[in-house]
């Protein structure tokens, strides 16, 4: 997933790459969206985020590379 957040224009990944330091929760922002929005918008797709001091999204081994994909295109998608 934060491979995949890194790639999109406009995200900035807040949490580290190292998976030593990081688990299953990433963090990010979307430039020119609020995190409320980003969320609305993932929500009409399906794909459930949450907000603290950013958008945020929990993955784990259960996740298919299909859900992750479906993440990562509703934000694509936004962007646009």
């Known amino acids: 997933m934060k491979q995949g957040l ?10 580290p790459a190292d998976p030593e330091l990081s688990a299953g929760i990433t963090c ?9 929005q980003v969320v609305g918008h993932a929500a009409t797709r399906r794909v459930r985020l949450s907000t603290s001091t950013y958008t945020r999204i929990g993955t784990a081994a259960v996740n298919t590379p299909a859900e ?6 509703s ?3 936004l962007i646009r």
Not at 6 to 15: D, K, L, M
């Open 6 to 15: 890194g790639r999109i224009p406009g995200v900035t990944v807040h949490t």
């Open 28 to 36: 990010f922002s979307v430039a020119g969206h609020t995190h409320q």
């Open 68 to 73: 992750i994909d479906t993440a990562l295109n």
């Open 75 to 77: 934000l694509t998608d």
